[in-house]
Nanobody, 118 residues
Framework: QVQLVESGGGLAQAGGFLRLSCAAS????????MAWFRQAPGTERNFVGA????????YYSDSVKGRITISRDNAKNTVYLQMNSLKSEDTAIYYC???????????WGQGTQVTVSS
């Protein structure tokens, strides 16, 4: 199985930036892609973006496109979510997921809280 651990969440100022990390361990050979989702209080979990585990393909939600970048370091089995120009509506729990088809993923992290203050 694949274990995913997110880190880097916390409190940030509106207009600022934050970088989240997701470290994968275990059967990393089972990873096809990795994705980020977020869930704000009282809302459903929403797709943020994804990156292929091999190759350079990335995909971003229209709601965050232009403000985020997803990258990976295969040597560290880690994926990053760089968020810029933070807005209060970016406040959510951010989840890392692996091996996703559409919005269904085989592996999930425990989530990391991001709070943006205005």
């Amino acid at each position: 199985q694949v274990q995913l651990v997110e880190s880097g969440g916390g409190l940030a100022q509106a207009g600022g930036f934050l970088r989240l990390s997701c470290a994968a361990s275990g059967r990393v050979d089972l990873i096809d892609n990795m994705a980020w989702f977020r869930q704000a209080p009282g809302t459903e979990r929403n797709f943020v973006g994804a990156i292929a585990w091999r190759g350079d393909s990335t995909y971003y939600s229209d709601s965050v496109k232009g403000r985020i970048t997803i990258s990976r370091d295969n040597a560290k089995n880690t994926v990053y979510l760089q968020m810029n120009s933070l807005k209060s509506e970016d406040t959510a729990i951010y989840y890392c997921a692996a091996t996703c088809k559409a919005l269904s993923c085989d592996y999930w992290g425990q989530g990391t809280q991001v709070t943006v203050s205005s």
